[in-house]
């Protein structure tokens, strides 16, 4: 797999919005609307699901800890913990903690930042 590189979400927008088109709006029933577009949002009254879960896999860990990060001074994270989407840690982030989080688990109230598992390095302690 490559590395997926982010890009700003103005350029998401241009990329998505070369394949939109115009059409005619028109009522049909659900059974016969395969292949066709929606013609105005729908909103949700309510989050589905109703907690902060992780944009994909990396690790949840407090964003006042990368404070002074970067490639020329990595800052080491202990991982306490390792998730997956539908499964709930019972562990409290601390200070320089992390817990490895896959795309859809629940992002705990203790985190407030999940890192890409492709902007970080790991390693076994000796």
Do not use: C
């Amino acid at each position: 797999m490559g590395r997926r590189q982010p890009i700003p979400v103005q350029e998401a927008i241009q990329k998505v919005h070369q394949y939109e088109k115009d059409g005619q709006v028109e009522w049909v029933p659900l059974r016969n609307s395969l292949e066709r577009f929606i013609a105005e949002d729908i909103l949700a009254d309510h989050d589905v699901p109703a907690f902060d879960r992780s944009p994909y896999d990396g690790f949840a860990l407090r964003a006042e800890d990368t404070k002074e990060a970067s490639s020329e001074h990595p800052v080491e994270f202990e991982v306490i913990d390792h998730i997956g989407a539908g499964v709930v840690s019972a562990k409290t982030i601390g200070p320089f903690q992390a817990i490895r989080s896959r795309t859809g688990a629940k992002i705990l109230n203790s985190a407030n930042v999940v890192s890409m598992v492709e902007l970080t390095k790991t390693f076994e302690k000796e």
